[in-house]
């Protein structure tokens, strides 16, 4: 029974990286396909749901703000657009998606801020896409804690790995004496 275990554990310890990288792969598929809709609301639908719910507010402000600032500070205020900062965060959710079956952790901070943006600021009026959104955001803050508890296992591994070969060359030598 023991041989059938030690055989299991082996299995699973030599194929857990595959697995990881292909739950990975699958795991950014859905930030990429996601990207890939709001890349297609931005261009095709005549704006996506950032330019919808806050590109009118940004307008305003900026025409009618601009003109107090000047009046008041002889400041000019730069024409600002939200299709600009829609595109940068689809992008940044698409780079971020590529670098995150790589399997590091920045991309997954870069992930947890585009979904957090993408979520916060233009409230969704449909409750299905808030919980997926909430759900994605969980699944993320799921895998940094992870990341960051096997990151923090390996480095106690390490240390005791290098405190018992630091006695070991002291004893050898001892013995050699």
Not at 44 to 66: F, W
Not at 152 to 167: M, T, V
């Amino acid at each position: 029974m023991s041989n059938v275990k030690n055989m299991m554990c082996t299995t699973l310890t030599r194929s857990m990286p595959a697995i990881a990288f292909f739950g990975r792969m699958a795991f950014a598929l859905v930030f990429i396909i996601s990207a890939i809709q709001d890349y297609a609301d931005h261009f095709g639908g005549g704006g996506g749901p950032l330019e919808k719910t806050v590109g009118p507010a940004v307008n305003v402000m900026t025409k009618y703000g601009s003109k107090v600032l000047t009046f008041y500070t002889g400041m000019q205020v730069v024409a600002f657009d939200v299709r600009l900062l829609e595109f940068s965060l689809i992008t940044a959710k698409g780079t971020a998606a590529l670098w995150f079956i790589f399997g590091q952790s920045m991309p997954a901070y870069f992930l947890l801020a585009t979904q957090m943006l993408s979520t916060v600021i233009p409230f969704p009026t449909n409750l299905n896409d808030f919980t997926q959104n909430l759900t994605l955001m969980g699944a993320l803050l799921y895998y940094i804690g992870l990341k960051h508890s096997i990151d923090n296992l390996e480095e106690g591994g390490k240390s005791k790995e290098q405190e018992k070969e630091d006695d070991k060359p002291s004893t050898s030598k001892s013995k050699a004496n």
